[in-house]
C-alpha cells in the first residue's frame, strides 16, 4: 500500500431511513444486544451457543492463549447435522417444510424436516458404507439441488469435513483442491441445468480424478439423465446407494472445534487459500446472525438466499444458519433470466418469500432490465431484504428498497468474508436507522474498526484499513495446512489485528462504510480514491447500470481512472454521453475523481459469486496480456470488452 492512508471520503450519502414500526415493535434483536455484548463480550456468545442443542454443554467460551489460534466452545460436544435437522422433527416441526426446491425447467418438490432427516440420515449411512470417517475429506462439485445441502450435512453427521467446489469451475480448479484437501471421495451430478439446458459436470471430475491420487470413489447424483462416461468400480449412482440405506443413523457428537468444511477463495495471487471451518462457534455465529440480521420467524418466515452453495453465503446462509434455525427456504437452480426475466420475482410470488437475500450485481442486472419486471408480480410478502458480496452503489440500494421492497422493507448490508465464516458488520431491520450504501456497525458481540497505516484508528469521518480487533466465533481457524501463510496473510500487517484486505471510512456517526479491496484502490495524483466512490458515483447517473473503475499506469498522474460501464437499456452509447458521465462524477466526487477514459461494455468480467475482476480490467486498461481468467463465470466476455478499447481511447 501506499504512503497516503486517508482513502478518500468523497462521497455524500445524506438519505436516511427508519425500521419499520411494526417490524421494529417484534424484532427479534433489539437496541440492547449491543450493551448486553459490550459489557460482557464472551458472557453473550456463551449465551448464543445455546442457541444449539449440544451433547455436553461447553464450560469454556474462547481458549485465546494461542493467538491467532482460537478455540471456542472447546470442552462442548455436538453434531451439526442433528443442530441442523434432527432436533427441529424432535421439537414437533417435522413436517415443516425445510427446503422449496425449484428447478431450471420448472420441476418443484418441497422437502419437510422429517423427510431431510432421512435423506441426510440414508446419506450419512452411504458415507460410512463407501469407508468415509471423521477426519476425512469429501469434494462436492455439484449444481444447486437439495442433494448438496444434504451431502454437506451427511459429511457433517459423520465429522468428515467437505470442501465444495463451484459447479462450473474447471477440472484444473478441482484438481488443485481436491490434491490440497486430500479428499478421497468426490460427490458430483451427471449435470444440471443452466440457461435452458442440460450443462455437465461429471466430465470435470472424471478428468480432475484422472489426475490426481487418492481419490477412491466418486458418488453421482442423476440430475438431468445425460449419458455419463462411468468408471467401473468407482463411480456409484447416489440414489442406488442412498436408497438402499437405513433411514436411521445415530449422530456421534463431536468436539466443537472438529473441522466442519474447507472452502477455497482465489486470491489475487498466489494457490487458493483453504479456508479452515470448525464445528460449534461457526454454528453459533451462523444461526444467531441468521436470526438478528434477518429476524427470522422460523414459523412464518420464507426465506430465500440466491447465493450458489459453491460460494460461503451459500454454506453459512442456504444450508447452516437458516437450517439450524429450523427455516423454511427456497433453493433455486438456475440464472435469472430463465426462461424470461422476471423469473425471481416469479419465485417470490409463488412461495410467498418474506426473506430475500441476494448480491448487488443481481441487483444491478434487474436494474438494467427495468423497473416493469418486477412490477409486474406481487411481492408484497416481501419484509426484509439484505445484500452480500461487494459494496452495494446508493442507488441500488435505493432501487431494491423502491422497487422490490415497495419502499417499505429494510435493506440489510451485510459486510463479511469466507474467513469471518458469518456477517460481521450490518444493520439490524428492526433497530438501525438505515444508510444507504452502508454496512454501518458490527453486529453485537463483533469489534471491528478503520486504521490508519500506522494502526491508529482513525477517527470519525477518516479512512483507512478495516480491521477486526477481536475474535470471533466463526473465525477462520487456519489455512488448511499452511498456518505460516494463515498468519502473513491475516495477522501480520496490524499486530494483533485481523486485516481484512477491505479499505473503508467512518462517517461522522462512526458507521463503516466499506470502499473495497485495498488492492484495487488508485492512486491518482497523490490521492488515494476508491473503486467503490467512483463506480457508485456512475451508477447514480441514469444512463448507467452497472460500473467498473480501475487504476491504469499514467505517466502523468501515477493512476489514471478508467471505468468500463454498463449502459441502462434506453442509453445510446454517444460522445456526448461520455462527456456528460465525465462530469457527472466530477460534480459528484470532486474534479479528482474524473475519470480519464470511460467505456461503455456490454458484460464486465465476474467470478461466479458475482464480484467483479478488476484485475482483469486493469489488463486490459494497461494493454496487458490478460491474467488467470479459470474463475470467471464467462470468459468470453473479456474478448467483448477487447474489441471495444481501441475506438474507446
Ligand atoms: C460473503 C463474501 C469477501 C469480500 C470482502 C469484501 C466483499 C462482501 C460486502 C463486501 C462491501 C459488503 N464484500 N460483502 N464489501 N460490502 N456487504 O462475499 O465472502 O466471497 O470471501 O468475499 O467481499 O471485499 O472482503 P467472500
Known sequence: MTENPSLSNLLREERRFAPPADLAANANVTAEAYEQAKADRLGFWAEQARRLTWATEPTETLDWSNPPFAKWFADGKLNVAYNCVDRHVEAGHGDRVAIHFEGEPGDSKAITYAELKDEVSRAANALTEIGVEKGDRVAIYLPMIPEAVVAMLACARIGAAHSVVFGGFSADAIATRIEDASAKLVITADGGYRRGKPSALKPAVDEAVARVDGVD??????????????????????????????????????????????LYTSGTTGKPKGILHTSGGYLTQTAYTHHAV???????????????????????????????????????????????????????????????????????????????????????????????????????????????????????????????????????????????????????????????????????????????????????????????????????RFEGRYFAGDGAKKDEDGDIWLLGRVDDVMLVSG???????????????????????????????????????????????????????????????????????????????????????????????????????????????????????????
Open 294 to 492: 434477518f429476524d427470522l420467524k422460523p414459523e412464518s418466515d420464507v426465506y430465500w438466499c440466491t447465493a450458489d452453495i459453491g460460494w460461503v453465503t451459500g454454506h453459512s446462509y442456504i444450508t447452516y444458519g437458516p437450517l439450524a434455525n429450523g427455516a423454511t427456504q427456497v433453493m433455486y437452480e438456475g440464472t435469472p433470466d430463465t426462461p424470461h426475466q422476471g423469473r425471481f420475482w416469479e419465485i417470490v410470488q409463488k412461495y410467498g418469500v418474506t426473506i430475500l437475500y441476494t448480491a448487488p450485481t443481481v441487483i444491478r442486472m434487474f436494474m438494467k432490465w427495468g423497473d416493469d419486471i418486477p412490477a409486474k408480480f406481487d411481492l408484497s410478502s416481501l419484509r426484509v431484504l439484505g445484500s452480500v458480496g461487494e459494496p452495494i452503489n446508493p442507488e441500488a440500494w435505493i432501487w431494491y428498497r423502491k422497487h422490490i421492497g415497495a419502499d417499505k422493507c429494510p435493506v440489510v448490508d451485510t459486510w463479511w468474508q469466507t474467513e469471518t465464516g458469518s456477517m460481521m458488520i450490518s444493520p439490524l431491520p428492526g433497530v438501525t436507522e438505515a444508510k444507504p450504501g452502508s454496512a454501518q456497525r458490527p453486529l453485537p458481540g463483533i469489534s471491528a474498526t478503520v486504521v490508519d497505516d500506522e494502526a491508529n484508528e482513525v477517527p470519525d469521518g477518516g479512512g483507512g484499513y478495516l480491521v477486526l480487533t477481536e475474535p470471533w466465533p466463526s473465525m477462520l481457524r487456519t489455512i488448511w495446512g499452511d498456518d505460516q501463510r494463515f498468519l502473513d496473510t491475516y495477522w501480520s
Open 217 to 262: 470413489k466418486v458418488l453421482v447424483v442423476r440430475r438431468t439423465g445425460q449419458e455419463v462416461d462411468w468408471t467401473e468400480g468407482r463411480d456409484i449412482w447416489w440414489h442406488e446407494i442412498t436408497q438402499k440405506q437405513p433411514a436411521e443413523h445415530t449422530p456421534e457428537a463431536f468436539d466443537a472445534e472438529q473441522p466442519l468444511f474447507i
Open 527 to 649: 490521492h488515494n480514491i476508491s473503486t467503490t466512490e467512483v463506480e457508485s458515483a456512475l451508477v447514480s447517473h441514469p444512463s448507467v447500470a452497472e460500473a467498473a473503475v480501475v487504476g491504469a499506469a499514467d505517466e502523468t498522474t501515477g493512476q489514471a481512472i478508467v471505468a468500463f460501464v454498463i449502459l441502462r437499456g434506453s442509453a445510446a452509447e454517444t460522445a456526448d454521453l461520455v462527456g456528460d458521465l465525465r462530469s457527472h462524477v466530477s460534480k459528484a466526487l470532486g474534479p479528482i475523481a474524473k475519470p480519464k477514459r470511460i467505456l461503455p461494455v456490454a458484460e464486465l468480467p465476474k467470478t461466479r459469486s458475482g464480484k467483479i475482476m478488476r484485475r482483469l480490467l486493469r489488463d486490459v486498461a494497461e494493454n496487458r496480456e490478460l491474467g488467470d481468467v479459470t474463475t470467471l463465470t464467462d470468459s468470453t466476455v473479456m474478448d467483448l470488452i477487447q474489441t471495444k478499447l481501441p475506438s474507446a481511447a
